[in-house]
């Protein structure tokens, strides 16, 4: 299962850089607020593929927590206005804009939730792998 991990975050992030050029080029959205996934998934795609490294694996995984929560923390501001998109009131935003952050929102999440079954199979490894003293007499 830990051979895959850093698979799958590689091609999180490049769905991200995928997000952020379609926003940006494909839907028309303006500014460099509409390049910000791509900019978060750069790294992360990077992060991911020297992850398959077992040599930086370590490292490049906790870079990639870190960027997974930054980027989550950043779009945590969407979610009300999803809600409001959802009730059918009017919103300040564009709906595409809306929609590309909380894709962006979504994948950071999901990229959290790998990382954080990762850290928990490391540490149900190293827990079964310990060798439980015992008093010998």
Do not use: Q
């Not at 299962?1 to 992030?13: F, K, S």
């Not at 995984?61 to 999803?82: D, E, F, S, Y």
């Not at 490391?122 to 003293?133: C, E, F, H, V």
């Amino acid at each position: 299962m830990l051979r895959t991990i850093p698979r799958i975050v590689l091609w999180l992030g490049i769905l991200l850089i995928i997000l952020g050029l379609i926003s940006r080029y494909l839907i028309g959205l303006r500014g460099v607020s509409s390049l910000i996934p791509a900019i978060f998934g750069m790294p992360i795609a990077l992060l991911g593929f020297l992850a398959t490294e077992p040599t930086y694996y370590t490292s490049s995984m906790r870079g990639v927590t870190g960027l997974a929560l930054l980027g989550l923390l950043i779009n945590l501001h969407v979610i009300p206005l999803v809600r409001t998109l959802l009730r059918g009131e009017p919103i300040p935003d564009s709906i595409m804009s809306i929609i590309a952050r909380s894709t962006m929102l979504f994948l950071c999440g999901l990229l959290l939730i790998v990382c954080g079954v990762m850290y928990a199979a490391a540490g149900w490894k190293r827990l079964r792998t310990s060798i439980p003293l015992v008093a010998r007499r």
